[in-house]
């Protein structure tokens, strides 16, 4: 006998055992959120500090993520990446993926009040999010495989994190999302964007503050 599942399984523990090594394609939300001037907090700390400041950080947005239903990727220096809708409709998985930002930008504004003596400034995040069709299978290569994401919906929601910066808000995510989430558009600021490489130009929708979806806003 060999167990198949742990007794306590995981989204990602069924989905592991049913797809290793071979892997689906299917429409999921991806989110990415990244730290704004990490440059400048990790200017003139010791990196034992700067590893106290971004463990608190990431072990807040994996909070976040996960009880919003999402699936945390994986962590890229200072940012995270996660997928939401793998065990959901994809609807469900849109909500999730918003819920989980405003979540996200709530836990970093009380990291501020648990670190102010520890930070220069307050921290600052940015966050896109877009959906649509992607691979989604185990990855790596010997001891180290892991679940991952490929196809145009992650490279654009990479893109609308970069684009917070140019748009000077939190969160941008794509209209696909915004309206199967049901959100009200109007409230937001829509632009279209373009990702190097790739022929669709998808409209961008934005907000200088957090976005609520339990009030469609």
Do not use: W
Not at 23 to 31: D, F
Not at 100 to 115: D, F, P, Q, T, Y
């Amino acid at each position: 006998m060999f167990p198949l599942l742990p007794a306590s399984p995981r989204t990602i523990d069924v989905f592991r055992s049913t797809f290793a090594g071979i892997g689906r394609e299917q429409p999921i939300a991806v989110l990415f959120a990244d730290l704004r001037a990490f440059t400048h907090l990790a200017d003139n700390r010791l990196p034992f500090d700067v590893l106290f400041i971004l463990d608190q950080y990431f072990e807040a947005m994996g909070r976040a993520i996960e009880r919003s239903g999402g699936y945390v990727d994986k962590f890229l220096g200072d940012g995270v990446m996660a997928l939401f809708g793998l065990d959901t409709d994809i609807a469900t998985g849109f909500r999730q993926a918003l819920s989980a930002a405003v979540a996200m930008v709530r836990s970093v504004e009380e990291l501020n009040g648990v670190l102010s003596h520890d930070l220069f400034g307050p921290l600052r995040m940015g966050i896109g999010i877009h959906a649509g069709p992607v691979f989604v299978g185990e990855l790596g290569y010997g001891r180290a495989p892991r679940t991952a994401a490929v196809g145009n919906p992650v490279n654009f929601a990479s893109r609308f994190e970069a684009l917070t910066k140019e748009y000077g808000s939190q969160i941008v995510l794509s209209e696909e999302v915004a309206s199967l989430a049901a959100m009200e558009l109007s409230l937001c600021e829509a632009r279209q964007t373009h990702v190097r490489g790739v022929t669709a130009t998808p409209v961008a929708r934005s907000r200088a503050g957090a976005v609520d979806p339990s009030r469609g806003g």
